[in-house]
């Protein structure tokens, strides 16, 4: 083992990778609930959502650990499947079975151009000060996705300044699309589950500062035990029946291969007059996965030396998978499309694999151990289900602090560099997007060189990625 994962030569041990690896699990846990429940209200089954939502899961993840050997996992992704159930198959109008079809094109586009090194054009043509702004955004990011997990804010919204998106209102389960005019606040900690996340703040932050070995993960164990003290969790309310494994293989058969199916690719480019709508909503989801991608990629590897300078030399000079990032971006690129045929939306990298680096992972065991845990919680979901956001969101917001470490290798004081790092970094955490933010710091990259005369230093790939980001901005006001 040590040797096939490189245990020594990575400074860590399988210990240190098991508790990594089933720390990053239960920081994402969270999708096989939300994934389900989000792709359901297109009329997908839920537990076929669910199962494909572990199988993709579980590949993707032990693709990345046993052919890239890095402690990164796969799972469909947050944005993505929103994307997918409110803007392609609400807002356009499409079937499920369309939308799955556009995803798994989505994913053998992602794997030409990782094959012909397009995406590593991409990563190299990036100016440094961006790389390191990417890497503190995502520690805003993450750390913002575990203030609000935690339940540490709340948003006013004034009467006709929101929408409601999807179905479900009369139930209070609909999506509620606010207005800009939405105004965060503090809480007030009355709410137990409020409370339990505090005290697993302070509990995180205490073993963490004193160094102790495992303190992610002690962490999670420790405040998933408070919370069911506290009465957060509640262990009778556990459904073995609604959540069993036999069920969910019953409906699979409804969403595997339904992409191809007559209702699904036999059907997406029928209607020539639709054709370009089509193509410009592929690439929405082909810019977003990649973007995604690459800036978890960037913020969390070469920070913690995972892609070492020998890797990324590799990546600028080898051919084919020379290197751990060559290996890994193929490894990314494969998980849409294998998602797609199972029934899930785009299956992509996830940037709470911050938490398991953060606990130690620093190789593909840790990868293989979160994909073990997804195959164990296909049997055991309801005891995976007591471990409350309460429980994980204190380890995120302190893997982000974690990672904010890279803002001190951008020059704040030169605008012509601060002002691109900002959108890269803070707006990324803001808009609650990583690809977002890369867009908008690569955009207004160019724009400083424009104005300060010095254009030529902007890659033809920036230029042509900004047409794209732009194209892409303008096709969703459209749509």
């Known amino acids: 083992m040590d040797k096939f994962f490189k245990l020594k030569e990575s400074g860590t041990t399988v210990s240190r990778e098991i508790m990594a690896g089933v720390t990053t699990f239960f920081a994402m846990s969270y999708i096989l609930f939300v994934n389900p429940s989000i792709l359901s209200q297109t009329g997908m089954p839920y537990q076929a959502v669910f199962l494909a939502t572990i199988i993709a899961s579980i590949i993707g993840t032990l693709i990345m650990g046993l052919f890239a050997n890095v402690p990164y996992a796969q799972a469909p992704g947050m944005g993505l499947n929103a994307f997918f159930t409110f803007t392609v198959v609400f807002g356009l109008g499409y079937s499920w079975q369309e939308a799955l079809a556009m995803v798994f094109i989505c994913g053998i586009i992602n794997i030409l151009i990782t094959v012909t090194k397009i995406r590593k054009m991409i990563i190299k ?9 990417i890497g503190g955004g995502i520690g805003v990011f993450i750390a913002y996705i575990g203030i609000k997990n935690a339940g540490l804010l709340k948003f006013m919204l004034d009467p006709g300044t929101y929408t409601v998106v999807g179905k479900g209102a009369d139930k209070g389960t609909a999506t509620i699309e606010g207005a800009s005019s939405a105004v965060p606040a503090l809480v007030n900690f009355t709410n137990p589950a409020v409370l339990v996340a505090i005290v697993g703040i302070v509990i995180t932050t205490v073993l963490v500062v004193k160094n102790v070995k495992g303190a992610i993960l002690i962490s999670i164990v420790g405040t998933t035990i408070l919370a069911i003290l506290a009465g957060v969790v509640d262990l009778s309310a556990i459904d073995f029946k609604a959540n069993s494994l036999g069920s969910a293989f ?60 020998e890797d990324e030399a590799a990546l600028e000079n080898g051919s084919g998978f020379s290197s751990k990032m060559d290996k890994a971006l193929f490894a990314d690129a494969t998980a849409t499309s294998i998602g797609a045929i199972f029934g899930t939306s ?7 694999s911050a938490a398991g680096i953060g606990a130690g992972g620093r190789t593909g065991l840790t990868s293989v151990v979160t994909a073990i845990c997804f195959l164990l919680s296909s ?43 900002f959108f890269a970094s803070i707006f990324m955490g803001l808009a609650y997007s990583i690809s977002y933010g890369i867009a908008a710091g690569f955009i207004f990259f160019a724009i400083t060189k424009v104005a300060t005369g010095k254009a030529k230093e902007v890659s033809p790939i920036i230029w042509m990625v900004n047409a794209l980001f732009i194209l892409n901005f303008i096709i969703l006001a459209i749509i």
Do not use: C
């Open 379 to 421: 049997v055991l979901l309801p005891f995976i289900s007591i471990v409350p956001n309460a429980a994980t969101a204190p380890v995120l917001i302190i893997v982000g602090v974690m990672m904010l470490g890279s803002f001190k290798d951008i020059n704040w004081t030169d605008l012509e560099e601060a002002i691109p790092a």
């Open 125 to 133: 043509s990036i100016p440094e000060s961006i790389q390191h702004a």
């Open 250 to 309: 019953n409906e699979l058969g409804q969403t595997f291969g339904a992409a191809f199916s007559s209702k699904g690719m036999g059907s997406l480019f029928s209607d020539s007059a639709k054709i370009p709508q089509v193509l410009m909503t592929i690439l929405a989801f082909s810019l977003s996965d990649t973007f995604d991608t690459i800036g978890t990629f960037i913020g969390t590897g070469r920070r913690t030396g995972i892609f070492s300078a």
């Open 346 to 352: 785009n299956t992509t990298t996830y940037v709470e």
